[in-house]
């Protein structure tokens, strides 16, 4: 009996695992065309200074509207755009409608206080010999004041910790632009990084941030990293905020920076658009 519903289990697990190669083939199908079709579009997610409420910013981040299948998160479908190459494409598209957003934002921000953009990009876009050309060719059209954009990296962006990739992070930093290092804590050699690039600020990961409340553990490992980011002079945001006792705690360990679904989920344009309106007329 048991034995027989095991492998009723088992017939079940595999037919879900067929359905998603079935629909990773499809997308991947679908992808070059969809780019094309506009069907793309990017969110953004606040970020806030946690004494203050007030943005800070916003975290670019983008979504396939899918015509059959609704709207898809990057998880999604990042993976097969790097592993097609259509990643190069489509964070292109990014970095070209965020940037010339922000630049329209600014245009509606008067005084000195604006709002910067945060751009992820992938290791297979980072790899790309034509990334500096293509990002000073974004800067120039969209004519966004480079200390306005951000340029979130993973550690596959920065893997190899040669001078090659050190020069490109410094070129970058030449534009003008800041780099962050994401999702921070969850890799493999962390401090590694930091000892190699001259690295502008880090994103806590949201697995910390989560864990906050109840472990003593997490918050002496926080209060850590952000003494050593203050002492390299780096900026810290911390990712994946959901309650106020998580922003209290971030707070406390002098953590300036977060966002989460507390503040804001990822906002289509025009919301976003809204927020920044509404905080001008306070
Ligand atoms: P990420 O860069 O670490 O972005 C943060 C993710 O956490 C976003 O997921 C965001 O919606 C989610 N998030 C924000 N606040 C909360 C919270 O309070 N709780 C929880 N549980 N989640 C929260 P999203 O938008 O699904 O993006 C997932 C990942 O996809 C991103 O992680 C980033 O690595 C990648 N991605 C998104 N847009 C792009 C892009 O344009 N280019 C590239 N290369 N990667 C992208
Ligand atoms: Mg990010
Ligand atoms: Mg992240
Ligand atoms: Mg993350």
Excluded at 26 to 36: N, R, T
Excluded at 62 to 79: E, M, Y
Excluded at 138 to 158: F, K, V
Excluded at 246 to 259: A, D, K, P, V
């Amino acid at each position: 009996q048991a034995k027989s519903a095991g492998k009723g289990c088992y017939r079940v697990f595999d037919r879900e695992a067929h359905a998603q190669r079935l629909k990773a083939s499809q997308l991947e199908a679908q992808l070059p065309l969809a780019l094309k079709q506009d069907e793309f579009e990017v969110f953004y997610q606040p970020i806030i200074n946690l004494k203050s409420g007030v943005v800070k910013g916003f975290e670019a981040l983008v979504r396939w509207n899918h015509p059959q299948l609704g709207r898809l998160s990057p998880d999604q479908f990042i993976p097969i755009a790097e592993e097609t190459g259509l990643i190069q494409a489509l964070g292109e598209w990014v970095l070209q409608t965020a940037c010339a957003q922000m630049s329209a934002w600014h245009g509606m921000v008067p005084g000195p206080a604006k709002p910067s953009i945060n751009v992820n990009l992938s290791a297979r876009q980072f790899a790309q010999p034509h990334l500096l050309k293509s990002i000073q060719n974004i800067l120039h059209r969209s004519q966004l004041d480079p200390a306005y954009l951000n340029l979130e990296l993973t550690e596959s962006c920065i893997f190899n910790r040669d001078q090659e990739t050190l020069r490109l992070v410094q070129q970058l930093q030449e534009l003008g632009a800041y780099i962050y290092l994401d999702d921070f804590g969850v890799g493999y050699s962390s401090l590694q990084y930091l000892n190699f690039f001259p690295l502008n600020g880090l994103k806590i990961d949201r697995s910390f941030t989560q864990k906050l409340n109840c472990h003593a553990q997490t918050q002496a490992i926080v209060r850590s990293v952000i003494s050593m980011a203050q002492a390299l002079q780096m900026e810290i945001v911390a990712e994946g905020i959901e309650n106020y006792q998580q922003t209290h705690c971030l707070s406390t360990l002098n953590c300036c920076f977060g966002q989460g679904f507390l503040y804001a989920p990822p906002l289509s344009g025009a919301d976003a658009a809204n927020l920044l309106t509404q905080q001008l007329s306070f």
